[in-house]
């Protein structure tokens, strides 16, 4: 037995107690907590199985965003003190129970089939130099099935859209937080929201040779705004509702249009020529980068109870 | 046919910048997607199945888009109810003031919709069609959340976890699939898939996640307070559409796919549990109260019959000579019964909308005399109960007709027992709404009408004949699906 397999058994046992623990906490708000750490160790896992961009968008999205909505949610509900409930009754056993068959007998049958099939891998290398980047990922993403990720970005506008529409009329979709941050957080923020728009700028550019690209570029700016948003200075307040509803809106119909433009050019819908494939898909991750980021803000800053939107509170 | 994809698509980005102008933009759209889903449908029929390489990469790179008779006919579907749920809306929209926001709202998550069921129609790769149902459903939700006050946001909220709990076992079900065969393109996935443990777990997730996103019982618990909570516009969508696009996926999943996995004894139980479906779902309509939540507990009903194609198919498939004996019948007699049932949902829905919009009240006592006051919606309401129940000359009439030519011919005689059930007693709750109507009003109320339009009413009635129609011309629509028939008679 290898050092790495090791670590390997050792990781894959604390994501199970990790996600054991999140839904089975004594204390609710101690599940949101073990919840991110399960995000955190999800990312080192698709580390060691070899996929750093889907790494880096579980750790940004799988445990920063979400780890945020959630933890948010969890403090508006008052549920810092409250006790598990579904603690030691029958249903719960017979659902960990069943949860348990069914992780067995899953494991199993893909033990049955653990070597890949199919040529798709080989093929997709083959056929990289006509795809015009050089990262697998982005050209599965944006090429070769680019199709589906431009409905994966509809999908994000919908929960956008959906969000807007749950708010109260008349009620701006950016809470702010009332409290007196102290000096330290500001200055430490004006240091890294700029480091942030950086880094997010060099995932998106790095997207083409390397791990990186639209989604975890997006996630990144979004982390910068959800600090802004806790700091008081939600940046989705300083944008009218119809340039926001433009930003939401931009990766989808620029995808839209990138792929029309194809059409234009004798080729199929979203079928870049080999000469302006890298700038094409550059503009389309450029448009979706910003859309990812306004709605994930915008998942967070508009996260408040009704009444709790004017209040705000200590985050 | 990528037009009818995109149209309701680009339309919703428009509709989202300039929301002024949303409502006169979805209309527009919509009679071009009409356009585009009847010039597919020609092409089929002149040319057979249609193909279309998205970015250029031919499958299994790449991912294809297909129509044949079945997708070309869902296609007309969508947009046969589409047009008329977009002239009900705007015309609503147009007067109601006080609702004014939920048009703003509305116009973007119906269009993406829409384009969404479009995709799922036209997918023929199962990751793609997991991300085009992944967009119906959520916009689905977000529609419900435009109904009237707490009782919409938990239902909403309902649907959304079961919605979700399904689309992970699709997902997970996608996973294994890609493990075992190495592709995600349906037509590659039809020849390769052998009988192993893998398969057999891809087979059940995504099963049972297609069976609770089109509400076969005991998995419809969801439905009922999601589509009776929703506006009646997106009721009438909900109800009609997007659950059929799940049980289209069933249907095309198991009669490709799956079909050397398919265990006769498991259709046979889902067989079973759609002949429950009928009959709980009538019970539980006939005990209602109000008339939305009616309507409702009725589509839980009518989705069983779709399911009682399941054993009649796959016994066929297993019987030499069983295809052409009954087989195709009980295909297309479920189908059939999908359209027509849709379009009558949406007619029941629509004018229950005028109905409950004009008395202020969806409780069914409320509703007497309203004949008199609404002729045109309590018409529709009968017409499209006709063609419910079963009655000829409707769409409802030929599907039962030919469901239950094709459960005697297969010697599964048990399953006309629950066909004819479940028509009388859709005859039961139909007829007490109708007869409540029909009857004189109190006198000791006086039922004040809010003033209605006749576009709004005149919707209902167009999809109420449509469904009618379908009693009335047969060999058309049958001949468009026998283009690219699925099941390989042996």
């Given at each position: 037995?290898?050092?790495?397999?090791?670590?390997?058994?050792?990781l894959?046992?604390?994501?199970?107690?990790?996600?054991?623990?999140?839904?089975?906490?004594?204390?609710?708000?101690?599940?949101?907590?073990?919840?991110?750490?399960?995000g955190?160790?999800?990312s080192?896992?698709?580390?060691r199985?070899?996929?750093?961009?889907?790494?880096?968008?579980?750790?940004?999205i799988?445990?920063?965003?979400?780890?945020?909505?959630?933890?948010?949610?969890?403090?508006?509900m008052?549920?810092?003190?409250?006790?598990?409930?579904?603690?030691?009754?029958?249903?719960?056993?017979?659902?960990?129970a069943?949860?348990?068959?069914?992780g067995?007998?899953?494991?199993?049958?893909?033990?049955?089939?653990?070597?890949?099939?199919?040529?798709?891998?080989?093929?997709?290398?083959?056929?990289?130099?006509?795809?015009g980047?050089?990262?697998?990922?982005?050209?599965?993403?944006?090429?070769?099935?680019?199709?589906d990720?431009?409905?994966?970005?509809g999908?994000?506008?919908?929960?956008?859209?959906?969000?807007?529409?749950?708010?109260?009329?008349?009620?701006?979709?950016?809470?702010?937080?009332r409290?007196?941050?102290?000096?330290?957080?500001?200055?430490?923020?004006?240091?890294?929201?700029?480091?942030?728009?950086?880094?997010a700028?060099?995932?998106?550019?790095?997207g083409?040779?390397?791990?990186?690209?639209?989604?975890?570029?997006?996630?990144?700016?979004?982390?910068?705004a959800?600090?802004?948003?806790?700091?008081?200075?939600?940046?989705?307040a300083?944008?009218?509702?119809?340039?926001?509803?433009?930003?939401?809106v931009?990766?989808?119909?620029?995808?839209?249009?990138?792929?029309?433009?194809?059409?234009?050019?004798?080729?199929?819908?979203?079928?870049?020529?080999?000469?302006?494939?890298?700038?094409?898909?550059?503009?389309?991750?450029?448009?979706?980068?910003v859309?990812v980021?306004?709605?994930?803000?915008?998942?967070?800053?508009?996260?408040g109870?009704?009444?709790?939107?004017?209040?705000?509170?200590?985050? | 046919?990528?037009?009818?994809?995109?149209?309701?698509?680009?339309?919703?980005?428009?509709?989202?910048?300039v929301?002024?102008y949303?409502?006169?933009?979805?209309?527009?759209?919509?009679?071009?997607?009409?356009?585009?889903?009847?010039?597919?449908?020609?092409?089929?029929?002149?040319?057979?199945?249609?193909?279309?390489?998205?970015?250029?990469?031919?499958?299994?790179?790449?991912?294809t888009?297909?129509?044949?008779g079945?997708?070309?006919?869902?296609?007309?579907?969508?947009?046969?109810?589409?047009?008329?749920?977009?002239?009900?809306a705007?015309?609503?929209?147009?007067?109601?003031?006080?609702?004014e926001?939920?048009g703003?709202?509305?116009?973007?998550?119906?269009?993406?919709?829409?384009?969404?069921?479009?995709?799922?129609?036209?997918?023929?790769?199962?990751?793609?069609?997991?991300?085009?149902?992944?967009?119906?459903?959520?916009?689905a939700?977000?529609?419900?959340?435009?109904?009237?006050?707490?009782?919409?946001?938990?239902?909403?909220?309902?649907y959304?976890?079961?919605?979700?709990?399904?689309?992970?076992?699709?997902?997970?079900?996608?996973?294994?699939?890609?493990?075992?065969?190495?592709?995600?393109d349906?037509?590659?996935?039809?020849?390769t898939?052998?009988?192993?443990?893998?398969?057999?777990?891809?087979?059940a997730?995504?099963?049972?996640?297609?069976?609770?996103k089109?509400?076969?019982?005991?998995?419809?618990?969801?439905?009922?307070?999601?589509?009776s909570?929703?506006?009646s516009?997106?009721?009438?969508?909900?109800?009609?559409?997007?659950?059929?696009?799940a049980?289209?996926?069933?249907?095309?999943?198991?009669?490709?796919?799956?079909?050397?996995?398919?265990?006769?004894?498991?259709?046979?139980?889902?067989?079973?549990?759609?002949?429950?479906?009928?009959v709980?779902?009538?019970?539980?309509?006939?005990?209602?109260?109000?008339?939305?939540?009616?309507?409702?507990y009725?589509?839980?009903?009518q989705?069983?019959?779709?399911?009682?194609?399941?054993?009649?198919?796959?016994?066929?498939?297993?019987?030499?000579?069983?295809?052409?004996?009954?087989?195709e019948?009980?295909?297309s007699?479920?189908?059939?019964?999908?359209i027509?049932?849709?379009?009558?949902?949406?007619?029941?829905?629509?004018?229950?909308?005028?109905?409950v919009?004009?008395i202020?009240?969806?409780?069914?006592?409320?509703?007497?005399?309203?004949?008199?006051?609404?002729?045109?919606?309590?018409?529709?309401?009968?017409?499209?109960?006709m063609?419910?129940?079963g009655?000829?000359?409707?769409?409802?009439?030929?599907?039962?007709?030919?469901?239950?030519?094709?459960?005697?011919?297969?010697?599964?005689?048990?399953?006309?027992i629950?066909?004819?059930?479940?028509?009388?007693?859709?005859?039961?709750?139909?007829?007490?709404?109708?007869?409540?109507?029909?009857?004189?009003?109190?006198?000791?109320?006086?039922v004040?009408?809010?003033?209605?339009?006749?576009?709004?009413?005149?919707?209902?009635?167009?999809?109420a004949?449509?469904?009618?129609?379908?009693?009335?011309?047969?060999?058309?629509p049958?001949?468009?699906?026998?283009?690219?028939?699925?099941?390989?008679?042996?």
């Amino acid at each position: 037995m290898t050092l790495e397999m090791l670590f390997d058994m050792a990781l894959v046992g604390a994501v199970v107690v990790a996600a054991a623990y999140a839904i089975n906490a004594p204390v609710l708000i101690a599940g949101v907590f073990v919840y991110i750490v399960f995000g955190v160790l999800l990312s080192l896992v698709w580390v060691r199985l070899g996929a750093p961009d889907l790494a880096i968008a579980e750790a940004a999205i799988g445990a920063g965003i979400t780890g945020a909505i959630v933890l948010d949610a969890a403090r508006q509900m008052g549920m810092e003190r409250r006790r598990n409930p579904r603690l030691r009754r029958w249903p719960g056993w017979l659902s960990w129970a069943a949860t348990a068959a069914v992780g067995v007998i899953f494991a199993g049958v893909f033990l049955t089939v653990s070597e890949g099939r199919g040529d798709l891998p080989q093929r997709v290398q083959a056929e990289l130099p006509r795809v015009g980047v050089e990262n697998e990922v982005t050209a599965v993403l944006l090429s070769y099935r680019g199709y589906d990720t431009w409905f994966e970005v509809g999908v994000l506008l919908v929960a956008a859209l959906g969000v807007l529409a749950l708010r109260a009329p008349g009620e701006s979709p950016a809470r702010r937080f009332r409290w007196d941050p102290p000096a330290v957080a500001d200055g430490a923020a004006d240091m890294l929201v700029p480091g942030g728009i950086l880094m997010a700028g060099y995932l998106l550019w790095q997207g083409s040779r390397g791990p990186g690209g639209a989604f975890q570029a997006g996630a990144v700016l979004a982390a910068i705004a959800v600090l802004l948003t806790l700091l008081g200075r939600p940046p989705i307040a300083r944008v009218s509702d119809r340039a926001r509803d433009a930003l939401l809106v931009v990766g989808f119909a620029d995808f839209l249009l990138v792929g029309l433009v194809a059409v234009t050019l004798g080729g199929a819908l979203f079928e870049y020529p080999p000469a302006w494939a890298a700038p094409m898909i550059l503009v389309i991750e450029s448009a979706v980068a910003v859309s990812v980021a306004v709605t994930l803000s915008l998942l967070f800053a508009a996260g408040g109870a009704a009444g709790d939107a004017s209040e705000g509170g200590v985050p | 046919m990528v037009a009818a994809i995109l149209l309701p698509m680009g339309a919703a980005c428009v509709a989202i910048l300039v929301r002024g102008y949303a409502a006169r933009i979805a209309l527009v759209t919509a009679l071009l997607t009409a356009a585009v889903s009847v010039v597919t449908a020609i092409a089929v029929v002149r040319n057979g199945p249609l193909e279309y390489a998205m970015g250029g990469w031919r499958a299994p790179l790449g991912i294809t888009l297909r129509v044949d008779g079945l997708s070309s006919l869902m296609l007309l579907l969508s947009a046969s109810v589409a047009v008329p749920v977009f002239v009900y809306a705007a015309a609503h929209y147009a007067r109601a003031r006080s609702d004014e926001r939920q048009g703003a709202d509305f116009w973007p998550l119906a269009l993406l919709l829409w384009g969404g069921l479009n995709g799922v129609f036209l997918s023929g790769d199962v990751f793609n069609q997991y991300v085009a149902v992944e967009l119906t459903s959520l916009a689905a939700v977000a529609l419900v959340t435009l109904g009237e006050g707490d009782a919409a946001l938990s239902a909403a909220l309902r649907y959304l976890l079961s919605t979700f709990a399904a689309s992970m076992f699709y997902l997970l079900g996608v996973g294994h699939l890609y493990a075992v065969a190495g592709t995600l393109d349906i037509p590659s996935l039809a020849g390769t898939l052998e009988a192993e443990a893998a398969s057999y777990s891809a087979a059940a997730l995504i099963t049972v996640a297609l069976l609770f996103k089109s509400a076969l019982f005991p998995l419809h618990f969801w439905l009922p307070r999601a589509h009776s909570a929703a506006p009646s516009q997106v009721s009438a969508l909900l109800s009609s559409l997007v659950v059929t696009s799940a049980a289209y996926l069933f249907l095309r999943l198991w009669t490709t796919v799956f079909v050397s996995v398919a265990v006769p004894v498991v259709g046979q139980i889902i067989g079973g549990l759609g002949a429950c479906a009928i009959v709980w779902g009538s019970l539980q309509a006939l005990r209602q109260q109000r008339l939305k939540v009616m309507i409702a507990y009725s589509t839980v009903a009518q989705m069983g019959y779709l399911f009682l194609v399941v054993p009649l198919v796959t016994s066929a498939l297993s019987t030499p000579g069983g295809g052409a004996l009954w087989g195709e019948t009980a295909w297309s007699g479920g189908v059939y019964h999908a359209i027509a049932h849709a379009l009558a949902k949406a007619a029941l829905f629509l004018s229950a909308g005028v109905i409950v919009g004009a008395i202020g009240t969806d409780k069914i006592v409320g509703i007497s005399g309203i004949a008199r006051q609404l002729p045109v919606a309590t018409y529709a309401f009968g017409i499209a109960s006709m063609s419910l129940i079963g009655l000829p000359p409707s769409g409802g009439f030929v599907a039962k007709w030919m469901l239950l030519t094709a459960a005697f011919k297969s010697g599964q005689w048990w399953w006309a027992i629950a066909i004819a059930a479940g028509g009388l007693l859709t005859a039961g709750y139909v007829f007490l709404v109708l007869g409540q109507g029909l009857s004189q009003a109190s006198s000791d109320r006086d039922v004040e009408l809010k003033s209605t339009s006749k576009a709004i009413e005149y919707s209902a009635f167009a999809l109420a004949v449509a469904a009618l129609a379908l009693g009335v011309r047969v060999a058309e629509p049958l001949a468009l699906l026998r283009v690219g028939l699925p099941i390989e008679m042996p």
